[in-house]
């Protein structure tokens, strides 16, 4: 059966389907390799570095150039004049420097993009860097189920061999934790241009167990959907909340038939329309 996405097994609850998900997963290891040569941040980075420090050079020059004028203006009794300008230059490299072609965002270890998560990192092989959404826009949020536990799903997204992770998994109780930021690629969907749009939630338990998608699972997974979507501008449709079984070219089926869809939805929504505009 081609159903979930973890090791059927790992956690002792499998259905002895060995390794037909994990295996399923790939293509991301194609997928990782090509993220070396192929990722846009990473050959701009690489190629454009003089050129890229010309542009540095060039917003020196312009600062200083606003200096300039800022001291003719102190000259000419403009004192508050000055200090304006030479902030905002600042506010504006500050914002700015990252934009650079070979810069990456400012990153804290631990941070979290959604608030109600709780951090905790999938091994780096299992994702791609990138600065999303400034290189690639976002505009797909995943639904997957595990194929196991929670426990599992967190354990084999740390394993550096595993090929696969997602930016959330859900628990049945309704935890939820972060383990790839939405900055990245993770590669979740089996798919390299779903995987560079899209965000991907894992959910705890099997596709032919309906007693596991439990109400704190779909009210926890609605929440953290609704907020995704009020973050990157996403419409809640199911055009753009979509299953892992949907995307083209996988061979996965989760979540499979006992996803309450319309439960999700609608529940989604409400979540939404909680949320500010
Ligand atoms: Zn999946």
């Not at 990782?32 to 570095?49: F, I, K, M, Q, Y």
């Not at 967190?154 to 992770?165: I, R």
Request: a negative charge; one cysteine or more.
């Amino acid at each position: 059966m081609h159903a979930g996405d973890v090791v059927p097994g790992l956690d002792g609850s499998g259905g002895g389907d060995g390794g037909v998900d994990a295996a399923g997963h790939g293509g991301e290891d194609a997928e990782g390799a090509l993220g070396l040569s192929h990722s846009p941040t990473r050959v701009r980075g690489g190629g454009n570095r003089v050129a890229g420090t010309g542009v540095l050079g060039s917003m020196g020059s312009e600062n200083r150039k606003k200096r300039g004028v800022g001291r003719r203006a102190v000259l000419l009794g403009g004192g508050a004049a000055v200090v304006g300008t030479a902030v905002l230059a600042r506010e504006e490299l500050a914002r700015a420097w990252w934009r650079l072609p070979w810069m990456e965002k400012p990153r804290v270890d631990g941070e979290l993009d959604y608030r109600a998560a709780a951090w905790t990192a999938a091994h780096q092989a299992n994702s791609r860097r990138a600065d999303r959404p400034d290189d690639y826009r976002i505009d797909r949020v995943v639904i997957h189920v595990v194929q196991g536990s929670y426990a599992t799903a967190l354990k084999v997204f740390k394993n550096p061999l595993h090929e696969a992770a997602t930016h959330y998994v859900v628990g049945k109780d309704g935890r939820v934790a972060q383990m790839v930021r939405e900055l990245d690629v993770a590669y979740h969907a089996g798919n390299r241009d779903m995987n560079e749009r899209s965000i991907g939630i894992e959910h705890e338990g099997f596709v032919d167990r309906p007693q596991d998608f439990t109400k704190a699972m779909y009210e926890a997974s609605a929440r953290l959907t609704a907020d995704i979507c009020r973050r990157h501008g996403i419409p809640v449709d199911r055009e753009h909340i979509i299953e892992h079984a949907e995307v083209e070219g996988t061979d996965h089926t989760d979540p499979g038939p006992h996803w309450d869809w319309d439960r999700y939805m609608e529940l989604v929504r409400r979540e939404r329309s909680r949320l500010p505009a």
